[in-house]
C-alpha cells in the first residue's frame, strides 16, 4: 500500500506512469496507491501502518529523523520542487520579494509544499509569516480563478496551472524551482522533492518489494526522459490534462530537467533541505548520521544498472 497526498499531481507523474505502462505489474506487484487528500495525513498513515511506503516530499522524510518512527527515501523522482511563486499582472509596482508584505498569497494548502516555500522565500525577505494573508486554493482551476478575479496578489503554484497563467499573461513568475538553476538560485543546491521511502523495517523485511518498486520506478523516469508527446497522450490519463493537452504538454516540456534520471539522491540535496527546514521551523539540524540515515541509493543503483538509465 502506497500513501499520497494528491495522486493527479503533475509532481508524481513518474508513479502515475509506472503504474500506467505495467512497469508495476511486470515487477509482479500488486500495488495499491491511496489518496489521503494531504501530505500530513499520508505521512501518519505510514508511521501508523495504516501503509507500506509514503509518496511524498523529502522535506517531510528528514522531519523524521532521530525518531523511532524515522523513514527512509529509497528512491527519488525529484530534484526540484516543480513550485513557481508568481505575482498578478496587475501589481506592476511589485520589485522585490518584500512587497508582498502584506498582501494575500494562494497556496495549495497550508504546511503544503507551496505554503512552505514561499514562508522560507518571504522570510529571507525579512517577512514575517503573519505579514501576510495565505488562501488555500482549490487544485481544480482554483489559482486561475483567484488570480484573474483579482482575490488573491500572488500564487505559489504546480503546473500545468501555472503554465496557463503564463501564457495568458496573467502572472509574471518571480521564483521557478522548476529547474535546476531555479532551485539553485532560490536554495543554494538541487533540492530532493517528490521521493518513495519506508521504514527501517519495512526495507529489511520486504527488501525484494522495495527493489521491484525501485525497479519499476526507475524505468519510468527514463521512460520520461526520451517520451514525446504523442507518447504522454496516450500513458496520461485524460483527466490530468485539465481540458488542455497543449497547455499540459508545454509545462512537463518546463519542467523536464526537474525529474531525476535514475532514481539516485542528488549530491547535496539532503544537506540543502535540512538547512532550509532550519531556516523555515528553526528544526535542529540533523546530525551527518542521521542525513546517511535518511535514504539510501542501493536500490536506484541497482534499478540503473539494469536500464542503464
Known amino acids: 500500500m502506497l500513501a499520497i ?22 515487477e509482479g506487484l500488486e500495488v495499491h496507491i491511496r489518496d489521503w487528500g494531504t501530505p500530513a495525513a499520508a505521512l501518519q498513515a505510514v508511521q501508523a501502518g495504516a501503509s507500506d ?22 528512491v527519488v523522482l525529484s530534484r526540484a520542487p516543480q513550485l513557481v511563486l508568481g505575482v498578478a499582472r496587475g501589481m506592476t509596482h511589485y520589485r ?6 502584506g498582501k494575500r498569497v494562494g497556496v495549495t494548502g497550508l504546511g503544503s509544499p507551496s505554503h512552505r516555500l514561499t514562508r522560507l522565500l518571504l522570510s529571507r525577505a ?3 509569516a503573519n505579514e501576510v494573508q495565505y488562501d488555500v486554493l482549490s487544485a481544480n482551476g482554483g489559482a486561475l480563478t483567484a488570480l484573474r478575479a483579482g482575490h488573491v496578489d500572488a500564487v505559489c503554484y504546480t503546473d500545468p ?7 495568458g499573461g496573467d502572472l509574471r513568475v518571480v521564483a521557478d524551482t522548476r529547474t535546476v538553476r531555479g532551485c539553485q538560485d532560490a536554495f543554494g543546491g538541487p533540492l530532493p522533492s517528490v521521493c518513495l521511502a519506508a521504514s527501517g523495517d519495512f ?4 527488501a525484494g518489494v ?33 481540458g488542455d493537452r497543449a497547455v499540459y504538454l508545454a509545462a512537463l516540456s518546463r519542467g523536464q530537467e526537474a525529474w531525476v534520471p535514475d532514481g539516485l539522491m542528488p549530491e547535496g540535496g539532503p544537506l540543502t533541505v535540512a538547512r532550509a527546514l532550519t531556516q523555515l521551523d528553526g528544526t535542529p539540524m540533523p546530525s551527518s548520521a542521521e542525513l546517511e540515515r535518511s535514504f539510501t541509493n542501493t536500490l536506484a543503483r541497482k534499478a540503473k ?4 538509465a
Open 305 to 308: 544498472a539494469r536500464f542503464r
Open 53 to 74: 511506503v509514503l509518496v511524498g516530499a523529502y522535506d517531510a522524510v528528514l522531519q523524521t529523523a532521530g525518531r523511532a518512527s524515522a523513514l527512509s527515501a529509497f
Open 210 to 242: 522495495a527493489q521491484s518498486l525501485t525497479h519499476a520506478l526507475v524505468r519510468a523516469l527514463k521512460w520520461l526522459q526520451t517520451a514525446g508527446p504523442s507518447d504522454l497522450i496516450k500513458a496520461v490519463p485524460e483527466a490530468y490534462f485539465q
Open 126 to 128: 525579512g517577512i514575517a
Open 203 to 206: 526495507l529489511a523485511t520486504h
Open 96 to 101: 522585490s520579494f518584500r512587497d508582498l508584505r
Open 161 to 167: 496551472t501555472i503554465t496557463l497563467l503564463e501564457q
Open 5 to 26: 497526498d494528491r495522486r493527479e499531481s503533475f509532481a508524481y507523474l513518474p508513479l502515475t506512469l509506472a503504474d500506467r505502462l505495467g512497469y508495476f505489474a511486470e
